[in-house]
Each structure stands twice: as C-alpha cells, then as structure tokens.
T-cell receptor, first 108, second 115 residues
Framework: QKEVEQNSGPLSVPEGAIASLNCTYS??????FFWYRQYSGKSPELIMF????GDKEDGRFTAQLNKASQYVSLLIRDSQPSDSATYLC????????FGTGTSLTVIP | DAGVIQSPRHEVTEMGQEVTLRCKPI?????LFWYRQTMMRGLELLIY????????DSGMPEDRFSAKMPNASFSTLKIQPSEPRDSAVYFC?????????????FGPGTRLTVL
C-alpha cells in the first residue's frame, strides 16, 4: 500500500463546474497536508495547506480534512481552463510523501 | 528573491558517466529536499537536509546516488555511474522549518536523460 493514494484521472469537468480531487493516506501520525498544482513541464507550486479537521477555504479552493478517515480533498469551484494541471497531494508526519497526482482538464 | 535555483536545466549523458546536479536554496531556508519525478513513480523524495545535515536519505535508490550540502546555500546530487533508468526530472526544494511541515518551494528541475 502506498503512503498516499490519489486517483490518477484524468478528471474532466466543464468550465464553471466544481472539480473534486481526493487523497487518502496510510500514516495515522500524519500532521500536515498540502495540495500542490503542477502544470505540464513545470515544478509543483503550493495552492493549499491544512492541519486541522474540517474545511479551509481560499478563494475558489476548499481543502477538506478528515483524520479519522485518513482522507483529504480539494474542491475547485467555478473551474477555469487555467486550472487544467496535475494536482499533487502531500502528507507529512515522520516522513514526507507525495501522491502520484490527479490530472485535471477543464473543458471550455 | 530568485527562488530555488537548479543547474543544469537539461542534461543528456551516456550510461556510465558521472552526473552532478546542483541546487541553490532560497536564502534563509534551513531545509533542502531532493526529489525525482517520473511518470511511473510520481514524485519521490530522495533525501532531505536540515541545517546542512542529512536527516533522511532512505529514498536514495542505491549507492550510485550521493548528495552533499557543504553550506547553507549549495547542494549537489551526484549519480555515478549513471544508468538509463535514472532518466527523470530531478527537483530541489527548500523550506523554512525543521521538517516537512512547512511549504516547500520547488526549483525548475533538471531533466536528466541517460542514453
């Protein structure tokens, strides 16, 4: 079992819709959770982080964390073509792990 | 701030040759990470340093790989001898903090091709 699991996709949503990206992790001691966006041929860049159970909103992005279920998600509201990228979930505790990423395509 | 700087951006070499990748972290950051990214395995942490000291090198694939951080502003990742399966994009990242609990800023990466 991988430490961080993501559905590789590809996930396609129409412009203006909500995109939902999911991530599960195996280490119950994990403390910090990050979502990175990576455009093709570019390096990952942080878009959200969350430490506590519940929701955290930043503009069109909402991160959701459920430590009991070992589950973290990212919602993108009013999806734009510029959101088309690979989204990487990262989890830290004793070690630091990235998921393999979910490819998102927003269709105009 | 110029961000994390990596060189070279592209490297093409032949099997058996030595490859050295270089990284300059963001000034003031005290943690530095080396990652390898491939389509098959995604982003893998190879090694990370805190205050120039290697903390976790469990991701280094084998003895052919070595990493150093002689000072706070410079790190190298060396592969000797290189093999075709080492072909990947290698990222360096830095953060302010003693562990991965802080945002990591990534460099542009080095695309390595071993023929």
């Amino acid at each position: 079992q991988k430490e961080v699991e993501q559905n590789s996709g590809p996930l396609s949503v129409p412009e203006g819709a909500i995109a939902s990206l999911n991530c599960t992790y195996s280490d119950r001691g994990s403390q910090s959770f990050f979502w990175y966006r990576q455009y093709s041929g570019k390096s990952p860049e942080l878009i959200m982080f969350i430490y506590s159970n519940g929701d955290k909103e930043d503009g069109r992005f909402t991160a959701q964390l459920n430590k009991a279920s070992q589950y973290v998600s990212l919602l993108i509201r009013d999806s734009q073509p510029s959101d088309s990228a690979t989204y990487l979930c990262a989890v830290t505790g004793n070690q630091f792990y990235f998921g393999t990423g979910t490819s998102l395509t927003v269709i105009p | 701030d110029a961000g994390v700087i990596q060189s070279p951006r592209h490297e093409v070499t032949e099997m058996g040759q030595e490859v050295t990748l270089r990284c300059k972290p963001i000034s003031g950051h005290n943690s530095l990470f080396w990652y390898r990214q491939t389509m098959m395995r995604g982003l893998e942490l190879l090694i990370y340093f805190n205050n120039n000291v290697p903390i976790d090198d469990s991701g280094m694939p084998e003895d052919r790989f070595s990493a150093k951080m002689p000072n706070a502003s410079f790190s190298t990742l060396k592969i000797q001898p290189s093999e075709p399966r080492d072909s990947a994009v290698y990222f360096c990242a830095s953060s302010f903090g003693a562990s991965g609990g802080y945002e990591q800023f990534f460099g542009p990466g080095t695309r390595l091709t071993v023929l």
